[in-house]
């Protein structure tokens, strides 16, 4: 069973630094990967998504790169900014149950920037 | 705008009492999910729908059920089986390499 582990668990940087937040799976057959942001109490917000077919996607100061032979994501931000300080969720699409599309999620890395 | 809505926000439920939650969308995606967020656990799947008048059981649906009558709405009902139902439900939404969309969340707490 697809399993996705996210390290590290929680993170603090001070504000300008460029930081690499990692993401691994146990199943390289995944089609795609997909990274959200979630602000406390409220609902996630997608980053980036990247398709089966590339290896990276990239958004403003965001880059997310996927390597599916080593089972790994890694999600890049620049220039960070206390307005970037949330929850990262990377997420693997994955079969279930013979049907497409159902995500696993890690359980996140809480980021703190600080001015 | 195109999106995802859940209502309520905040939702109290007794001891002994069904409770539905409502998700809707305007995205005119056929997917949509149920998960549910605790502490220190993650995001697990209730129940998904890859089509009107179809949905599976995901990891944690016992004490759960849900309905796909129509495209646009997705509605989990927390029946009184479901022995520990406190927790933060999300609603998504699937589209073809769009990837998934999430709604703002409900907060369900037992009292």
């Known amino acids: ?115 | 705008d195109g999106g995802i809505t859940q209502s309520p926000k905040y939702l109290f439920r007794k001891e002994g009492q069904n409770v539905t939650l409502s998700c809707e969308q305007n995205l005119n995606h056929d997917a949509m999910y149920w998960y549910r967020q605790d502490p220190g656990q993650g995001l697990r799947l209730i129940y998904y729908s890859q089509i009107v008048n179809d949905f599976q059981k995901g990891d944690i649906a016992e004490g759960y059920s849900v309905s796909r009558e129509k495209k646009e709405s997705f509605p989990l009902t927390v029946t009184s089986a479901q022995k520990n139902p406190t927790a933060f439900y999300l609603c998504a939404s699937e589209g073809l390499n769009y990837g998934y969309t999430f709604g703002s969340g409900t907060r369900l707490t037992v009292v």
């Open chain 1, 1 to 115: 069973k697809q399993e996705v582990t996210q390290i590290p668990a929680a993170l603090s940087v001070p504000e300008g630094e460029n930081l690499v937040l990692n993401c691994s799976f146990t199943d390289s057959a995944i089609y795609n990967l997909q990274w959200f942001r979630q602000d406390p109490g409220k609902g996630l917000t997608s980053l980036l998504l990247i398709q089966s077919s590339q290896r990276e996607q990239t958004s403003g100061r965001l880059n997310a790169s996927l390597d599916k032979s080593s089972g790994r994501s890694t999600l890049y931000i620049a220039a960070s900014q206390p307005g970037d300080s949330a929850t990262y969720l990377c997420a693997a699409y994955t079969n279930y149950g013979g049907s497409q599309g159902n995500l696993i999620f890690g359980k996140g890395t809480k980021l703190s920037v600080k001015p």
